[in-house]
Each structure stands twice: as structure tokens, then as C-alpha cells.
């Protein structure tokens, strides 16, 4: 039986007991950066496999740098914390890790100087976040991307959620399962929580980050497979809406997505209205990698084994 854990106040705790209270600065202001890291279980092994670690590690810290806040712990302690976590949590099945820097001081007042950050880290089982073998139905959302200028995008930013969450909540009650958010100049930038591609002219196609995305790492790791195991190349470009409707493929990507096809845009079918050729040899590659079957990208994945109580 799982036994969540969490690390709290410089300590792995159970889960239940990583608390904190109603003035957190961070809880009132949406002062707190954070990651979300995928554990992809595989059964033959009896292991989990933690994707890409390091890399979200160190993007934490940028978005850390980006606010000013503080991170307290080295990035290689935040990596064995992290499998210490999942092992002694003891799930057997895909989970998502969400580490966090936030603005720990019970205060009030609208600032990011002069408080206490703290760093955390928790564990939950995750499982699909889309449709990934029928597809996303998605819809083009009336909310707009933030801008570099309000809040920075390429900080995974708590407070910038609430962006998210409209788009997609929108989505949902208008039927559909995802949303594309353009940003100000009216180009397409990203999902509510996914980076986009497009696949046109045997190319993959996807915005730049100067169109408000994050800069996933997820959708750095479709490039490397794209480029190595496909030979295609990856254009960063503007993207117009209409310019969707019309491409061969359409997929998303992300932590929580993995890598999801696009099916349909704004009640428009894209290609056959099913996953393309391209999307699923991709999305084959990408879930051997992820759940450890693949020897060549082996240094991607963190294995974790669930340890047995003596």
C-alpha cells in the first residue's frame, strides 16, 4: 500500500503532515515557482522511472532566479530527495512529482523582496491527462497568453495558472478537452499546459519563445527524437490559427500531456481527424524512452524501486 511523502521544512514527512498556514505568502499572492516531474512506472521492471530530473531541477532554478526567490537546496540534493520520495512513498504506478519554491513568511503585503522562501516537494498518482490514443479535441480560447512583460512565461510561476486555468476551463464547458491560447499579436503560443506542434511540408513546426511559451522540456526532448530517430527538423516560428486548421498533424506535449495528438480545432478535423503517421511513430519512440526501454536515452531516466517494508 502507498504511504505518500512529501519534503517539508527541510524534512521527508508524510504527505498529510507537509501543511502550511492560511497567511503563506505564497498561498495569498501566488508567490512560488514550481516543476512537475513525471514517474513513469514499468511493470517487467518493477520500477519507476523519473523523467528528466535534472533538467526540471534546473529549470526550477531559473524561474527561481527570474522572481528573486531563494533556493535553499543544491540541485543535486533536490535530486536524491526526489528519489527518496518515490521510493519510500511505494506506488506502483505513473506519478507525478511537484517540487516548489515559494514565499514561506506569514505576512501580508504584496512584494517579493525581503521574505523567507522554502523549498518543497510532494508525490500523487497521475495517470493520462489526455486522451492519448483517440486525441485532443481542442478550441481555440478567447483568453490570451501572458505577456513577458506582466508575468514572465518562461517562469513556471503559480499565480500564471490562473491564465491557464480560464483557457481551460473555457475549453471544457464549450465541450472540447484542450485549449490553444494565442498570446497579444494574436499568434499562436500554447495550451493551457502544453507546448504545440505542427507537422507541414515534413517539418515539425512549432511558436518560439519569444511567443510567450514555456520552454518545455518535454517538447525539447520530441525535437532530439524527431531529429535522430526521424531525420526531421524542427522550425521555431509564428503560427496563425487558421494555420492549424490546415496542417498534416497537430500534437501537444508536456509533463502532464506526455505527447498527445491533436484531432480537431475549432470543430475542424485536422488531417484525417486521427493521429498522423508522424505523431504516433513519435509518440512510440517517446514512451519507450520515458519508461526506461530505451538504452540510448537511458540517462534521461532516474530509476526509482519501491522499497519493500523488512
Known amino acids: ?15 498529510e503532515e507537509a501543511k502550511v ?48 526567490l531563494e533556493l535553499n537546496e543544491p540541485i543535486d540534493r533536490l535530486c536524491e530527495l526526489t528519489v527518496e520520495i518515490v521510493e519510500r512513498s511505494g506506488y506502483e504506478e505513473d506519478v507525478y512529482i511537484r517540487p516548489m519554491v515559494y514565499l514561506s513568511s506569514e505576512v501580508l503585503g504584496v512584494r517579493l ?27 481555440t480560447s478567447s483568453w490570451r497568453r501572458v505577456d513577458d512583460l506582466g508575468i514572465p512565461p518562461r517562469a513556471k510561476v503559480t499565480g500564471i495558472y490562473v491564465n491557464s486555468a480560464l483557457a481551460k476551463s473555457e475549453a471544457e464547458r464549450n465541450g472540447f478537452d484542450e485549449a490553444i491560447v494565442l498570446n497579444a499579436d494574436g499568434h499562436v ?25 514555456l520552454e518545455g522540456i518535454t517538447a525539447a526532448t520530441v525535437v532530439e527524437l524527431a531529429a535522430n530517430e526521424l531525420g526531421l527538423e524542427t522550425v521555431e516560428r509564428p503560427i496563425d490559427r487558421s494555420e492549424l486548421y490546415i496542417a498534416d498533424e497537430v500534437f501537444m506535449t508536456g509533463t502532464a500531456a506526455h505527447l498527445t495528438p491533436v484531432t480537431e480545432i475549432d470543430r475542424r478535423a485536422i488531417g484525417g481527424g486521427v493521429p498522423g503517421p508522424t505523431t504516433l511513430e513519435l509518440s512510440r519512440i517517446f514512451f519507450d524512452v520515458i519508461r526506461g526501454k530505451s538504452e540510448k536515452y537511458g540517462s534521461w531516466c532516474t530509476p526509482a524501486r519501491v522499497r519493500v517494508a523488512s
Open 1 to 15: 500500500m502507498a504511504t505518500p511523502q512529501a519534503y517539508f521544512k527541510g524534512q521527508i514527512v508524510p504527505l
Open 21 to 68: 498556514g492560511v497567511m503563506t505568502h505564497a498561498f495569498n499572492y501566488g508567490t512560488a515557482v514550481f516543476e512537475g516531474i513525471r514517474g513513469n512506472w514499468n511493470a517487467e521492471d518493477g520500477r519507476l522511472y523519473l523523467f528528466r530530473v535534472r533538467e526540471h531541477y534546473e529549470r526550477l532554478a531559473q524561474s527561481s532566479h527570474i522572481l528573486g
Open 113 to 139: 523582496h525581503g521574505l523567507e522562501s522554502d523549498v518543497l516537494i510532494f508525490i500523487a498518482p497521475f495517470g493520462p491527462y489526455l486522451d492519448i490514443d483517440k486525441g485532443a479535441r481542442c478550441h
Open 189 to 213: 503560443s500554447e495550451g493551457s499546459g502544453e507546448n504545440i506542434f505542427m507537422v507541414r511540408d515534413g517539418k515539425l513546426i512549432t511558436p518560439s519563445p519569444s511567443d510567450n511559451i
